[in-house]
């Protein structure tokens, strides 16, 4: 069964770095994923597609700051010099033949 | 600019019916497959359905089978979700959601979105 895996809080200080994990399960270590940010009250906004090489492709407008990677199973979103507008809810997504999969998400706080 | 935007959300009975549409603009609509995916209050994303761009192919989540119809109009560059025989769990916000690679089917992710629309299922 195609899951994905994340953890459900993050935090971090202005300025600083935080890094997010998302985990797919057994058996789905070469997928890629999406990772999507949704602020408070606001749809979710595209940031990148990440393959399993750690290639990525960024949506439009998204800052360096904003990098991913890969290590197996895991599927990384690294937020570096945190911003106060960086404070909000991370999802990755996945998808087989004709579904979706998404993660819980990670409620990201910057201190 | 690419926009989506929502409408027709509402407050409905068990067991009534609402049609969700999604307009769009800044893109050929007709050249990319959609995707419904909701959101119940304080929840997280839950796929609900997606469309080829010709309207031709379309899958749905096992929680809405049966009960949801995807569709699009080209012409009007609007996507639809008729949503029936709805249930208090049904309720949620609803976003429509744009496939970021031409042509390509299934819809495998997203680079735009919309605000959604909120439907709240309550006798």
């Known amino acids: 069964q195609l899951v994905l895996t994340q ?8 300025g600083a770095s935080v ?3 998302c985990t797919l399960s057994s058996g789905h270590s070469s997928y890629a994923i999406a990772w999507y940010q949704q602020q408070p009250e606001k749809g979710p906004r595209y940031l990148m597609k990440l393959n399993s090489d750690g290639s990525d492709i960024k949506g439009d407008g998204i800052p360096d700051r904003f990098s991913g990677s890969s290590s197996g199973a895991e599927r990384y979103l690294t937020i570096s010099s945190l911003q106060s507008e960086d404070e909000a809810d991370y999802y990755c997504q996945t998808w087989d033949t004709g579904f979706w999969v998404f993660g819980g998400g990670t409620k990201v706080t910057v201190l | 600019e690419v926009q989506l ?8 009975q068990p067991g009534g019916s609402l049609r969700l549409s999604c307009a769009a603009s800044g893109f050929i609509f007709g050249n990319y497959a959609m995707t419904w995916v909701r959101q119940a209050p304080g929840k997280g994303l839950e796929w609900v359905s997606s469309i080829s761009g010709s309207g031709d192919g379309t899958y749905y989540a096992d929680s809405v089978k049966g009960r949801f119809t995807i569709s699009r109009d080209n012409s009007k560059s609007t996507l639809y979700l008729q949503v029936s025989s709805l249930r208090a769990e049904d309720t949620a916000v609803y976003y429509c959601a744009k496939e970021r690679i ?3 089917w299934p819809h495998i992710y997203s680079d735009y979105w919309g605000q959604g629309t909120l439907v709240t299922v309550s006798s």
């Open chain 2, 5 to 12: 935007l929502e409408s027709g959300g509402g407050l409905v």
């Open chain 2, 102 to 104: 031409i042509r390509q």
């Open chain 1, 7 to 14: 953890s459900p809080s993050a935090s971090a200080s202005l």
């Open chain 1, 19 to 21: 890094k997010l994990t």
